[in-house]
C-alpha cells in the first residue's frame, strides 16, 4: 500500500498523468467524490475478488478433473496455470488500456469475458477447451485489480488511494478463501459443472455493475508518448529484472500451493476431506491479505526495503519447510503454518518498492506492469511444474480413476517452491537498498 502510494503522489507531482503510467491528468485532488464514483470503485474491486474466486477454484476439482480427464498432475497443472498465461501475459498492456480507452468499456467487457470463459469451462469436455476457457478467464481477469487502482486514481481522493489499494488486494484474499472451501462444498452439493456456471453468473452480473457505476474521464491529450521507448528502458534496467525474479520466487507458495496444490496435499497429510482441506488452504490466503499491509507499513517505518523482503522470504521459507518436513499432523499447526505462509508471500509487495526508486516515475506503470507480470507469471511455472513432478514419481496406483500420489510424492514436488524461496533470498541480497532520503 505504501509503495502505490509514493509511487502515485511523486508520479503526480511530476507529470500530472496516472499512476500507471501516461494518461489523464488528475486535475485536482476530489474531497467529496460522487456516490457514483465509490460504487465504480467498489466494482471493481468486487471483480478483483472474483478473479481469485475464479483462479482458486481448480483446487478443489483436481479429483474430479483427473477422473473426467483420465489425466496426470502435470494435465491438471497445466489446465490451471492456463488462467495465469492469460493474466500475466494481459499486465504490462493493461495499464496501456485502460489511459487510453478508460475503464467503463473494457472492464465490463473483461468480467464478461470472465463470465463467458466460466460457461465454457463448464460446458467443455477436453483438455483443449478447458485450457481455452481458463486462458480466457485469466486474461479478462487481469483487469480487475489495475482497474480498481485505475479508478481510485483517477475519481477518489488522493489521501485514500493507497488504502483503497490495500482494501482491493484484501476483497482479492477473501475473494481466494469464498474459491475454496465454500465453492468445494457446493461441488459436493450440486456438481462441479454446475457449480462452475453459477459462479459464471457472478461475473455477468458484475459487468452490468460496472456498466452500471464506472464513468470515464476525457483522455489527456498532452500525455507524454514513447510507449515502447519506456518499456525497453523499463527492461534494460537490471534491478528491475532482480525485483522481479526474487518476487517470483515469492509468490511460488501463494500460487503454487495456496492456490492449487496444497488442497490434496493437506486432506492427505491430515486425513481430512477435501472442503476441510481447502478451508485450512485458505489459511495462506488470509495470511497474504494481512501481511501486504503489514509489510509496506514496516519497510516505509524502518526506511528500508531490503531486510523486511529478506524477512519475509524467511518467515515463507520456515513455515513451508515446517509443513513439508516437520511431521505436522495436526489441524492446528496446519492453519498455522499455512497462515505463516502466506504472511511471509505477502512481503512480496516490497519489490514494487524497488521498482519505482529505479525507474522514473512516468515509467511507473509499465515497470509495475513487468514485475507484476512475473510475480503472477509464478502460478504459470509452478503449478505444472509440480504436477509434472508429482507424475514422475506416482506409481501407477489409481482410485475410480485419480491418480493417487503418497506424500513422499507431494514432499518431493512440493520442494520446488522451498528451491525457489532460497533463490529470492538469494537475489534479495542484490536488491540496491536506497538511501531512505532520496524516496
Not at 38 to 45: E, H, K, M, P
Not at 213 to 233: H, Y
Not at 348 to 368: C, D, E, K, M, W
Amino acid at each position: 500500500m505504501a509503495v502505490l502510494r509514493s509511487c502515485h503522489s511523486r508520479h503526480r507531482t511530476q507529470t500530472g498523468a496516472g499512476a500507471y503510467g501516461p494518461g489523464p491528468a488528475l486535475e485536482k485532488p476530489l474531497s467529496k467524490p460522487s456516490t457514483l464514483a465509490w460504487l465504480a470503485w467498489l466494482s471493481a474491486a468486487l471483480f478483483f475478488c472474483y478473479a481469485w474466486v475464479l483462479r482458486v477454484s481448480p483446487s478443489v476439482i483436481v479429483g474430479e478433473l483427473m477422473a473426467e480427464l483420465a489425466a496426470g498432475g502435470a494435465i491438471v497443472g497445466h489446465l490451471s496455470a492456463m488462467y495465469f498465461y492469460g493474466y500475466s501475459g494481459m499486465q504490462v498492456p493493461v495499464g496501456m488500456l485502460l489511459d487510453r480507452f478508460g475503464g467503463r468499456r473494457l472492464i465490463t467487457m473483461a468480467a464478461a469475458v470472465c463470465a463467458l470463459g466460466g460457461v465454457l469451462f463448464a460446458l467443455s469436455e477436453g483438455v483443449f477447451m478447458l485450457s481455452a476457457a481458463r486462458f480466457m478467464i485469466g486474461a479478462g481477469a487481469a483487469f480487475s485489480l489495475m482497474g480498481a487502482i485505475f479508478l481510485a486514481n483517477q475519481w477518489l481522493p488522493a489521501r485514500y488511494f493507497a488504502l483503497l489499494s490495500g482494501i482491493a488486494i484484501l476483497f482479492g484474499m477473501v475473494g481466494g478463501m469464498l474459491g475454496q472451501g465454500p465453492v468445494r462444498l457446493l461441488v459436493d452439493a450440486i456438481g462441479w459443472r454446475e457449480t462452475m456456471l453459477l459462479v459464471a453468473t457472478a461475473g455477468a452480473l458484475l459487468s452490468i455493475a460496472a456498466w452500471s457505476t464506472v464513468r470515464d474521464k476525457p483522455r489527456n491529450a498532452n500525455a507524454p508518448a514513447g510507449i515502447l521507448t519506456g518499456l525497453s528502458e523499463v527492461v534494460r534496467e537490471r534491478q528491475n529484472w532482480i525485483s522481479a525474479l526474487a518476487g517470483l520466487g515469492l509468490n511460488g507458495p501463494l500460487l503454487g500451493f495456496g492456490a492449487l496444490w496444497g488442497v490434496p496435499y493437506l486432506a492427505q497429510l491430515l486425513n481430512v476431506p477435501p472442503a476441510q482441506a481447502a478451508g485450512i488452504a485458505s489459511a495462506v490466503l488470509a495470511g497474504m491479505g494481512l501481511g501486504a499491509p503489514f509489510f509496506g507499513w514496516l519497510s516505509d517505518s524502518l526506511g528500508r526495503r531490503r531486510g523486511p523482503l529478506m524477512g519475509g522470504i524467511s518467515v515463507c521459507l520456515c513455515a513451508l519447510a515446517l509443513l513439508l518436513y516437520g511431521g505436522v499432523g495436526s489441524v492446528p499447526v496446519a492453519l498455522v503454518c499455512c497462515f505463516l505462509i502466506g504472511f511471509g508471500c505477502a512481503a512480496q509487495i516490497i519489490s514494487l518498492a524497488f521498482v519505482r526508486v529505479h525507474n522514473p516515475s512516468y515509467r511507473a506503470g509499465t515497470a509495475v506492469g513487468l514485475v507484476n507480470c512475473m510475480l503472477t507469471g509464478a502460478g504459470a511455472l509452478f503449478q505444472p511444474l509440480i504436477g509434472w513432478l508429482l507424475d514422475l514419481r506416482w506409481d501407477g496406483t489409481l482410485a475410480d480413476g485419480t491418480r493417487q500420489y503418497r506424500l513422499d510424492d507431494f514432499r518431493f514436488a512440493l520442494s520446488v517452491l522451498t528451491v525457489g524461496l532460497c533463490m529470492s533470498l538469494l537475489l534479495a541480497t542484490r536488491l540496491d537498498d536506497p538511501d531512505p532520503g532520496l524516496e
